[in-house]
Nanobody, 120 residues
Framework: QVQLVESGGGLVQAGGSLRLSCVASRSIVKINAMGWYRQAPGKQRELVATFTSRVNTNYADSVKGRFSISRDYAENTVYLQMNSLKPEDTAVYYC??????????????WGQGTQVTVSS
């Protein structure tokens, strides 16, 4: 199991930057699949950026070139650096970690979310 706590959200003007943090309750060294999703009002939760392995990442097309995911193993933390923010980036951002259940499947753990609001 793992608990995830996000922080760093807030209100920012279009063109601005924010850095989100996700602190895990355990070591993330062996958690390869970990990343960020977001959900805007009235929309489904969508992938923003994730680590799909120790070295590979996956980004939504809408954030490529503007957002960057990174992690600090010593701090058990995954970051999302968001630059050139747009009003359409407004959403609740959730941290996600997938751990194997031991039965050949993965289980997804979620944080409580952090609100990001971008004003025009």
């Amino acid at each position: 199991q793992v608990q995830l706590v996000e922080s760093g959200g807030g209100l920012v003007q279009a063109g601005g930057s924010l850095r989100l943090s996700c602190v895990a309750s355990r070591s993330i060294v062996k958690i390869n699949a970990m990343g960020w999703y977001r959900q805007a009002p009235g929309k489904q939760r969508e992938l923003v950026a994730t680590f799909t392995s120790r070295v590979n990442t996956n980004y939504a097309d809408s954030v490529k070139g503007r957002f960057s995911i990174s992690r600090d193993y010593a701090e058990n933390t995954v970051y999302l650096q968001m630059n050139s923010l747009k009003p359409e980036d407004t959403a609740v951002y959730y941290c996600n970690a997938r751990l194997p259940t031991g039965y050949g499947t993965d289980y997804s753990y979620w944080g409580q979310g952090t609100q990001v609001t971008v004003s025009s």
